[in-house]
């Protein structure tokens, strides 16, 4: 067996390719922690190494079914870590996996850090002694990329969120402590009624948070996406070629009443919510009317902006208009009819927006619409698409956090409750302090020491 | 005018509270022990607050004496009064604290140092080490007299190039107007260990006759009070404790500073030491705190057969006039007679990532170093580093491995593991939050902790692991004996729930499951099933806590483990960091310069990151393998 003591998990295959996705579990407790969430007619705990059990994965604390799976059983040391591996494959798509994967940390698995399953390979003597240097540049290169991520999140909005809790909890923490290394100074005792407050108001916005996460607001919902563009850019075209291709999980029966507005389609796995389908799909003469005006009512509210252009069509002033508006927001220029000769100089687009975000399609054809989803998910996974007016929680391992600090401060709360000793309380707050910082990024440590010196005054 | 003076095994230079805890134990180990200091009258005194223990500190001196050290055992003799602090919360954070006869504590140490076999005491300024090759071989003092040893302990205190500041005045000086020692300083920085400059204050002392101490509120000792050392029984002076008083500053004496500020050292900038953040002059809690309308001030006497008090919440360096004006600012000092002055005090001390876990210095082999000179502060701190470098330089002589103390085994393991491996940048204080295991290192439970490890290096003799022994073991008995005992919910159980306030029972349980509840204590089960042989209290202390908290120690004791695969994993001494490819910048600095000798402790080190540790591991593999294959 494997030096470490823990089991671990993450996604193994990349995200957005392929419509199977396998989580992939190894350690000591692999078996054990995915045969809690498989439903199934086979006991993976009895199961013989290197056999493939049909089942579901389902949450264990509501009987919520996820997804319909297969589960491998390869058992130590005849696998890729030489440790216990359990690979779950789901075929949901990404929001599937996503859940599958924070379902298992959540029953006790840990997420892997970059690089770490082929680690623990090499130093499980897995992996040829030559291929040491290979698995250092793969881990200094995963993890470099996974801290530059990092940091980008660390500016955004989810952490605009935290930063505000953990400072409730460790003027909490501070005030505990100084009651503890200085009992016969003049500061009042922490009483089990500010700890539950305190840790009360904190458990209600970490469970706010973990709503809007991608199993809460994103399954739900989807992403509100508005399809703008000129009257014949193909954007009605372009809906009907995501529907066509079976992709669309259809709220309602598209076009034939005027009140539809809204319904959903699964691109990759995300739901995209599309605004205005009734308006897209009017009579030309309607659209024509209505043209870029209607368009520009729905972006306000959108997540994500799918810009439609004409290739066969030099640049038109409105569309202009629209790309430098849309410039800095979520926005993908689907440039559409490809099929067709080119009069649409795409240089002056690529400038704006840059390669990445430029989309050639054929909706008449049903050409380019697997780049189109990649392309979705590649802005979905990079954070630059956020829910509006909510935080959304893209990562598997912020989720995770998020769930180990709100039990934490649930058992905080009940052992207040109890008149457990405000010490060993202690333990439980700072466990959520320090889950709500491996979303920050921040490490515990001096930063308490200078929290109990800077908000309390002693000295002999 | 030099001379050969003599030869030891061990020479410990300083007699403060490292350095005697260093001496006995390396003579209790049978080395051949040189103890020297300055000032023979200074053995083990107390420069500071008369007081010994508290939170973390207390702690400290509990594990000192688990391992067979001399503080509990001295302080317990001396102490004039004594309080358990923190009753109210959770066992872990118990802690006891002592005011000590500060006198009879320093008559008593240096009377036990003198009666101890192999050690000898002797007055004299160290200037200079002996070094040849990267090891050191002796010492030599200013009288000229050149001593040989096998392995040197400096524990030097604030005394190396010491400088006394009060308000404009400054002057060369150790703590309390002792010479201070200015050549070794010299000598230690040509050697090339890099050293820093602290700080640290102490208060003014006034006159007993002096002090109305009807507008003060009295603080006394525990009626029955418990002692520091697992040795000690009963003695008659507990009977006999001192109170200590409480006051606050006033309006006036805010008034007072804020109108000297100019003339505070602090704000002059005239101090360029480091001063530590827990331990603010009354000056710098004034301008920090400013919203703070009074602070408190005890008053605590220094001993029985002295009119001195301490004026603890007032550490100062103001002139001395400024410190008379603000003594007598304070409600029951309003006439007071200050005896002697505040003053801040500056000192060289060594920067701790220079050390090895066994408190050897890296640069010259055989030289160990403990207490302030590490860039600590307080006297428990001081010993308990005192004593592990003690047993590790006679452990050196003797070619034994070091003995290093783990985070999880004890609060002196937390600090030097934190000093070696992380440094510090103002004086270090142990505090109880410093401990990530802190239920585990509980005041109560030290011996269990500690005492077989005394045992195996000589330091507890055969009769005393034998009670612990007995002690562990009547224990765990009890413990089965009450989970084999049921207890059903009958009469008698019913009407002692419901008295103490806890739900009747459903069905019948087990001892241990009642224990476990809130309200239920083991004194109520053992009136209902006693023990086949009573228990003494320690012990049915030890039952209560260990079945109370079972879940949270549990829950400890797998985070220890979880961990304890990285600290086992050991780092080759003589790695090259900047070999090792993939490695970031700063973690090759880090490590390179702090040498950890396990992954666990190079996980600590910040700026060492995860994919670093990784990379290490792989890189250590590699080795491991190619090694194994050479071989």
């Not at chain 2, 050191?136 to 007299?145: D, H, M, N």
């Not at chain 2, 509980?442 to 011996?447: K, L, M, P, S, V």
Request: charged fraction near 25%; hydrophobic fraction near 40%; proline fraction near 4%.
């Amino acid at each position: 067996m494997g030096m470490s003591e823990d089991t671990i998990a993450a996604v193994a295959t990349a995200l957005g390719e392929g419509s199977i996705a396998v989580v992939r579990v190894s350690g000591p407790e692999a078996i054990e922690t995915v045969d809690k969430v498989f439903r199934s007619k086979s006991d993976l705990r009895s199961a013989a190494t290197h056999t493939v059990h049909y089942g579901w994965i389902a949450d264990p604390d509501d009987g919520r079914v996820l997804d319909e799976v297969l589960v491998t059983v390869l058992k130590g040391p005849r696998s890729f870590t030489a440790e216990d591996v359990v690979e779950v494959s789901t075929h949901g798509g990404i929001i599937a996996v996503k859940s599958v994967l924070e379902l298992i940390l959540r029953h006790g698995a840990r997420m892997a850090e970059p690089g770490e399953f082929t680690k623990r390979a090499f130093l499980n003597g897995r992996i040829d002694l030559a291929q040491a240097e290979a698995v250092i540049d793969l881990i200094r290169s995963k993890s470099d990329r996974a801290f530059q991520l990092a940091r980008k999140q660390s500016e955004g909005s989810l952490s605009k969120r935290i930063v505000p809790l953990r400072a409730q909890l460790i003027e909490l923490l501070a005030h505990v402590e100084v009651n503890i290394d200085y009992p016969e100074h003049d500061v009042a005792e922490v009483t089990s009624g500010v700890i539950r407050d305190t840790c009360g108001t904190v458990l209600l916005q970490v469970k706010d948070l973990l709503r809007t996460a991608g199993e809460g607001k994103i399954l739900r919902e989807g992403i509100t996406t508005a399809i703008v563009g000129r009257p014949n850019a193909g954007k009605s075209s372009l809906l009907n070629a995501l529907a066509r291709e079976n992709k669309a999980i259809v709220t309602d029966i598209p076009g034939t009443t005027r009140d539809i507005v809204e319904e959903t389609v699964s691109l990759g796995g995300i739901p995209l919510r599309l605004l205005d389908t009734a308006g897209i799909r009017e009579t030309s003469d309607v659209v024509e009317r209505i043209g870029v005006e209607r368009s520009r009512s729905a972006l306000g509210e959108a997540d994500l902006i799918l810009l439609v252009l004409n290739r066969h069509e030099p640049l038109h002033e409105d569309e202009r208009e629209l790309l430098m508006q849309l410039k800095d927001r979520p926005a993908l220029v689907v440039v559409n009819k490809i099929d067709l000769p080119a009069q649409l100089e795409v240089s002056e687009i690529v400038s704006l927006y840059g390669s990445e975000r430029i989309v050639p399609v054929s909706a008449k054809e049903g050409i380019g619409l697997d780049e189109l989803e990649a392309a979705v998910s590649r802005m979905f996974f990079s954070g630059s698409v956020e829910a509006s007016d909510l935080t959304y929680v893209s990562n598997s391992r912020h989720i995770a956090a998020l769930h180990r600090a709100g039990k934490s401060l649930e058992d905080a709360i009940a052992a207040a409750g109890e008149g457990v000793p405000v010490d060993l309380i202690q333990i439980d707050i700072s466990a959520a302090w320090e889950a709500l910082g491996e979303i920050l990024g921040d490490t515990a440590g001096e930063s308490l020491l200078d929290q109990i010196f800077s908000q309390f005054c002693l000295g002999k | 005018m030099g001379y050969r003076a003599g030869d030891y095994d061990v020479i410990v230079i300083g007699a403060g509270h490292a350095g005697v805890e260093a001496a006995l134990a390396s003579a209790r180990m049978g080395c051949e022990t040189l103890l020297l200091t300055i000032n023979l009258d200074m053995v083990a005194f107390m420069p500071c607050n008369p007081s010994v223990g508290g939170p973390a500190k207390g702690h400290v001196v509990r594990e000192i004496d688990a391992l067979g050290g001399e503080m509990g055992r001295n302080i317990d003799r001396t102490f004039i009064q004594m309080r358990m602090l923190n009753t109210g919360k959770g066992p872990a954070v118990h802690a006891l604290r002592a005011q000590a006869d500060k006198f009879l504590y320093q008559h008593t140490m240096k009377e036990t140092i003198e009666k101890q076999e192999r050690l000898t005491l002797r007055q004299g300024m160290v200037e200079e080490l002996l070094v040849e090759e990267g090891v050191v071989r002796g010492v030599v003092t200013k009288t000229g007299a050149e001593y040989g040893a096998k392995a040197v302990v400096l524990t030097t205190g604030t005394y190396l190039r010491g400088k006394v500041i009060m308000g404009e005045l400054m002057y060369e000086s150790g703590p309390n107007n002792q010479q201070p020692s200015v050549k070794l300083s010299e000598c230690l920085r040509s050697l090339g260990l890099q050293l820093v400059r602290f700080k640290t204050g102490t208060p003014p002392r006034v006159h007993q006759d002096t002090i109305d101490f009807s507008k003060t509120e009295i603080q006394p000792g525990d009626d029955k009070p418990k002692y520091f050392s697992y040795e000690t029984e009963y003695l008659a002076h507990s009977e006999n404790q001192l109170p200590c008083w409480l006051t606050y500053t006033s309006e006036e004496t805010h008034r007072i500073i804020n109108d000297n500020l100019h003339r505070a050292p602090m704000f002059s900038g005239a101090i360029e030491g480091t001063g530590p953040r827990y331990c603010p002059s009354i000056e710098d809690k004034i301008v920090r705190f400013a919203d703070k309308p009074k602070h408190q001030i005890f008053l605590e006497p220094e001993g029985r057969n002295t009119k001195e008090y301490y004026v603890q919440g007032l550490s100062t360096s103001m002139p001395e006039d400024v410190q008379l004006r603000i003594l007598r600012s304070i409600p029951g000092l309003e006439n007071v007679d200050m005896m002697r002055t505040g003053y801040a005090i500056e000192y060289d001390a060594v920067v701790p990532t220079q050390l090895w876990p066994s408190l050897e210095t890296k640069l010259i082999q055989n030289l160990f170093t403990a207490g302030q000179i590490n860039g600590t502060s307080g006297y428990e701190e001081a010993a308990g580093q005192g004593i592990m470098a003690g047993i590790n330089a006679a452990r050196k002589v003797k070619g034994e491995s070091p003995v290093i103390i783990d985070r999880s085994q004890g609060y002196i393991g937390v600090m030097i593991d934190d000093l070696v491996t992380k440094g510090t940048n103002e004086p270090y204080r142990l505090l109880t939050s410093r401990a990530e295991y802190r239920l585990l290192l509980r005041h109560d439970n030290a011996d269990l902790r500690l005492t077989p490890l005394g045992y195996e290096i000589g330091l507890i003799p055969e009769t005393r692991y034998r009670k612990f022994l007995e002690k562990k073991e009547r224990v765990e008995a009890e413990i089965e004996r009450l989970r084999e005992t049921k207890f059903r919910p009958d009469e008698a159980v019913q009407s002692m729930l419901e008295a103490c306030g806890s739900a009747p029972l459903q069905n019948t349980v087990d001892g241990v499951t009642l224990l476990r509840r809130p309200e239920v204590t083991y004194e109520m089960l053992e009136r209902l099933s006693p023990a086949p042989v009573e228990l003494t209290d320690e012990m049915k202390e030890q039952v209560e806590i260990q079945i109370k908290y079972s879940g949270y120690i549990e829950k400890q004791l797998l985070q220890v483990e979880r961990l304890e695969k990285m600290e086992k994993k050991r780092i080759p001494e003589g790695i090259d960091y900047n070999i090792i490819h993939g490695l970031a910048t700063e973690a090759k600095q880090k490590l390179a310069q702090v040498r950890p000798l396990s992954i666990g402790q190079a996980s600590r080190i910040s700026g060492v990151t995860p994919a670093d540790l990784s990379i290490l591991l792989v890189h250590l593999e590699h080795y491991n393998r190619v090694t194994a294959a050479q071989a």
